[in-house]
């Protein structure tokens, strides 16, 4: 079955998604009877192309490497068309919003979302601004227009976290939820347990891709502040906002408070927590010092993982890839494959 999609963003996870679909095309169409035709492409930076038969993906990953317009693509239909205009005349299924998170005022992505899911369109996304500040909104949207909101790349990338709740640990009760949701900080705690100081750990991270110029997304807890809203809010039913949940990051950790703990048995982790107390959920962000034999503690460099407490089950952790190009692409496939199933059902 056809599905038409348009992708608004075409960064790292915007290319990942098409070089999966091309690695993966014979595959999908067989086993799954998905056959996938992007139809348009809208990049603040890069450029914006429109045909309804179809983009061809190979040559839109040629230019995208090679650093130059995607509107150099030759026999399209329209050029130029900013991402609201894209959504409101592409006639896509789906659309894929990959564009730049902004978890402070969740925009322009939240108003990318609002705009396609008004359209009856189906929202497949991997950016947490709109998630983690609009969740309840933009779900009661999606159902009102008989869309759907798909947000399974916001939290672990493509490691299955909301899929694997709803579906394999489905009809367990959730008291707890605790994990390591940034890999930036993970890797810096690691590295300082063998002596070596914040600081220098940082420019590492910064020089390998871990950590952004400025890292106060990732070293100040808000990267996992944004995960922990959306875990409260979508597998927890709650209706918090990051505002609504105490946050403090790494950066007053110190080798003495790294040898402190390993004196102890613990570990330094970065942990997002989520717990249900007297019928309240409570959640938070910060540093605290695992027990060994707990499975988080073994969780090392720019992994991440998560523990859900259940009722049926006990203890359940799950642990993979925080972030990538490859990993975070199969997420938004994960998702339109579940769009997809659910059109065939």
Not at 239 to 244: A, Q
Request: hydrophobic share 40%.
């Amino acid at each position: 079955m056809e599905h038409k999609l348009a992708l608004i963003g075409f960064g790292t996870v915007g290319q990942g998604l098409c070089e999966i679909l091309l690695s993966k095309k014979e595959l999908l169409r067989k086993e799954y009877g998905f056959e996938p035709r992007v139809v348009a492409v809208s990049d603040m930076l890069k450029g914006s192309v429109y045909d309804p038969d179809g983009l061809e993906l190979e040559k839109l990953l040629e230019l995208a490497k090679a650093g130059r317009s995607l509107e150099e693509l030759d026999g399209v239909k329209e050029k130029g068309w900013d991402a609201l205009t894209t959504i409101a005349n592409c006639g896509a299924d789906t659309v894929c919003e990959l564009s730049y998170t902004d978890i402070k005022t969740g925009q322009p992505a939240t108003d990318h979302c609002r705009a396609a899911l008004g359209q009856g369109m189906n929202i497949v996304t991997s950016n947490k601004g709109p998630a983690a500040l609009f969740y309840r909104e933009l779900q009661e949207l999606a159902a009102k227009n008989h869309a759907r909101f798909m947000i399974e790349g916001t939290v672990m990338s493509g490691t299955p976290v909301l899929n694997l709740v709803r579906n394999t640990l489905a009809g367990n009760e959730i008291s707890a939820i605790r994990g390591i949701l940034n890999g930036t900080t993970n890797f810096i705690l690691s590295q300082m347990e063998t002596g070596r100081e914040y600081e220098e750990v940082l420019a590492e991270a910064q020089k390998l891709g871990y950590a952004e110029a400025d890292p106060t997304a990732d070293v100040e807890g808000l990267d996992a502040l944004a995960k922990v809203t959306i875990l409260a809010n979508v597998l927890m039913g709650e209706n918090l906002t990051p505002d609504d949940i105490p946050c403090r990051g790494i950066t007053r950790i110190t080798l003495d408070d790294i040898n402190q703990a390993r004196n102890e048995g613990k570990r330094w982790k970065l942990i997002g927590e989520i717990r249900r107390e007297g019928g309240k959920v409570h959640a938070e962000v910060a540093p605290m010092m695992i027990p060994l034999e707990h499975p988080l503690a073994g969780v090392m460099g720019a992994t991440n993982a998560l523990t859900f407490s259940c009722d049926l089950m006990g203890d359940v952790t799950i642990n993979g890839p925080g972030a990538g190009r490859i990993e975070t692409g199969y997420s938004i496939l994960t998702d339109l494959l579940e769009i997809h199933r659910g059109k065939e059902g």
